[in-house]
């Protein structure tokens, strides 16, 4: 089902008549508004809408504070603003510049028109009090009714097709090649979109390498677990016979006394202390105990890669439990750490959260893995914290490598980009985690400095928002 378009728009300005010109514009509701419809019938290709008049939802606010707190409002009611026009003076309040920065303040997404008639302040004086990139565009006073329909009909367009989703990828890309020539204002978007799909094809190539791996650990700790079933409930009984032979052997110690011939308990005596019988009664129950440590480590390892595949979970939601997934991965991935840096577990109280458990554990394991390659020869630290911050929680791996520098630091999400030597990593590992969490309506970050050691901090809703 396609989801509606947001055309949602705030105008502030300090002149009523400007308002009234923008909801005739924009919220037609006579047959000669008809014109408009075709305009934006020819921008979208679709001649059989042309007769259909679409409108405009149309807030106003006459000062920067009172849009800001408008704004504010319709993000707490998840109703946000697709785009808002700003007029450049509006006195006594903040004037247009103060204005936009305080919107891209609470809602950074946000398509910003800015009216102006360049009497004010030139175009380049606007760009260097904003930090822009492609949200911001400019109308000039006297602005024809026709270019403030383009730009809405535009503008919320583009803000709607930066939320799609990846399984609308093949849709908006054929929608790309029928509407390039018509859409030129939203070009960058469409190139965003090319980066995007690119982007994913890297992770889909990665997750379906790890789904393969889990499937063979799977099988592989379904087939371990049979025999060390066996072993672990013989070891069980074998424990019973050996507790009962020294019960008898016991027994016959007592009896020896009661023995009159001499040569028997000659041979007795030598017989014992040619088996080491003391000693034998001494290691026998120490080599059992370990034993069976040995046995209860290897089914617990088998549990922990059950749990890490999560294969039987068909990649649904789920409730499940952060620190048992971390202490699952740190299992799996032990070998990596143990001769390389100290782990330190330093968990807070967290509830369940819901999400895909087994990308989850992906997404812990890139993080530890790149933290034992990070160090260098010396032996170093790797920290794991959890705790939660309002309906969210989050998790840190912190180590105290080399750091990266931070020329590096601002590509590591990219696919296929890596400092390892060839043929030793991928590039893919902190993309995937990176979509991963994305998925999961969450976000990571890292903080590092050189010679001190890297934190990547992800962050993730307790409760998924479906939509």
Not at 36 to 61: I, K, Y
Request: glycine residues 6%; charged residues 25%; contains cysteine.
């Amino acid at each position: 089902m396609k989801t509606p378009q947001n055309r949602r728009i705030l105008l502030v300005d300090d002149m009523p008549s400007i308002h009234e010109d923008f909801r005739k514009i924009l919220m037609p509701q006579a047959p000669e508004h008809e014109e408009l419809s075709a305009v934006e019938a020819a921008l979208f290709g679709d001649e059989d809408r042309a007769p259909t008049l679409l409108s405009f939802e149309l807030d106003s606010a006459y000062q920067g504070q009172e849009g800001l707190s408008k704004i504010e409002a319709s993000l707490r009611e998840n109703r946000p603003y697709a785009m808002a026009f700003v007029d450049m003076r509006m006195p006594p309040g903040w004037d247009g510049v103060q204005t936009i920065e305080h919107f891209w303040s609470s809602d950074p997404r946000l398509q910003v028109v800015i009216c102006t008639a360049y009497a004010d302040s030139s175009w380049d004086d606007i760009l260097a009090r904003l930090d822009v990139r492609d949200r911001l565009l400019i109308l000039k006073k006297p602005f024809d009714s026709i270019e403030v329909f383009q730009l809405a009909t535009a503008l919320t367009t583009k803000w709607q097709m930066t939320l799609d989703t990846a399984a609308q990828r093949t849709r908006l890309e054929d929608a790309v090649q029928e509407r390039t020539s018509e859409l030129r204002t939203v070009n960058e978007v469409l190139q965003n979109e090319i980066s995007e799909r690119k982007h994913l094809e890297g992770q889909l190539v990665q997750s379906e390498k790890l789904a393969s791996i889990g499937q063979l650990a799977a099988g592989v700790a379904h087939e371990i677990n049979n025999p060390i079933g066996y072993i672990f409930s013989n070891f069980g009984t074998l424990e019973g016979y050996i507790e009962q032979l020294f019960e008898l052997l016991t027994a016959y110690e007592k009896a020896e006394t009661s023995v009159h011939a001499p040569e028997i308990v000659e041979g007795l005596r030598a017989l014992r202390e040619r088996v080491e019988l003391d000693f034998l009664k001494e290691d026998i129950p120490v080599l059992m105990r370990e034993s069976k440590q040995g046995i209860v480590r290897v089914r617990q390892i088998v549990q922990d890669l059950k749990d890490f595949s999560r294969v039987n979970s068909k990649q649904e939601w789920e409730w499940a439990d952060l620190h048992q997934g971390i202490d699952s991965t740190l299992n799996i991935v032990a070998s990596e750490i143990k001769y390389k840096a100290d782990l330190v577990k330093e968990y807070g109280a967290i509830p369940d959260i819901e999400c895909l458990a087994s990308q989850i554990n992906q997404v812990v394991m890139n993080l530890v893995v790149n933290a034992a390659h990070a160090m260098g020869e010396k032996r170093g630290c790797i920290t794991i914290r959890t705790g939660t911050e309002g309906e969210q929680v989050w998790l840190e791996v912190a180590d105290t490598g080399s750091g990266i520098p931070p020329e590096t630091l601002k590509h590591i999400f990219e696919p296929f980009f890596t400092t390892k030597p060839i043929g030793k990593g991928t590039g893919l590992g902190l993309s995937l985690s990176y979509g991963i969490v994305q998925k999961h309506h969450g976000r990571i970050e890292v903080a590092s400095v050189l010679d001190q050691g890297t934190t990547f901090r992800v962050i993730l809703p307790i409760r998924q928002v479906k939509t």
